[in-house]
């Protein structure tokens, strides 16, 4: 996830065609075959199904970053995007997660079967763990 998380910042952080090539091709020499499967599963617009939605994603992170919920959809009008809200309300964190893409992937996939008071504990786990690099790809 780390090396993944890295890749994603790379890429945004350049405008410029060989340099985003040059990511890429450095990530898939290194990357996990597994990893790197996902990797281009997620470039290619195959994302799992959400497993949890919006509404509850919105009011999970407000209280996680101890927000009132009207500031965190005030926040979110704003930024305009989910996941870059939830990766800038929430504390900064080193990134104490060290899971692979697939054994992320395939742990949001799993919350499917949970309870959403599960849902909300395990995205809790992430939200607190993950670097905010790593936290708006998540």
Do not use: C
């Not at 990893?35 to 999970?60: E, H, Q, T």
């Not at 692979?100 to 996939?109: K, R, T």
């Amino acid at each position: 996830m780390k090396d993944f998380s890295k890749l994603i910042q790379s890429l945004d952080d350049t405008g410029k065609t060989n340099a985003k090539i040059a990511a890429l091709v450095t990530y898939f020499k290194s990357a996990q075959p597994s990893d790197a499967i996902y990797a281009l599963a997620l470039f290619l617009g195959k994302r799992p199904r959400r497993p949890v939605n919006a509404s509850l994603l919105r009011l999970y992170a407000s209280k996680a970053a101890g927000l009132d919920t009207w500031l965190f959809e005030e926040s979110y009008h704003i930024v305009g995007d989910l996941a870059e809200t939830i990766s800038l309300i929430m504390p900064i964190n080193e990134g104490k997660i060290d899971k692979s893409l697939e054994n992320v992937i395939l742990e949001i996939q799993s919350m499917a079967k949970l309870l959403d008071e599960e849902k909300e504990v395990l995205l809790n786990a992430y939200w607190h763990q993950l670097s905010a690099s790593e936290l708006f790809v998540f």
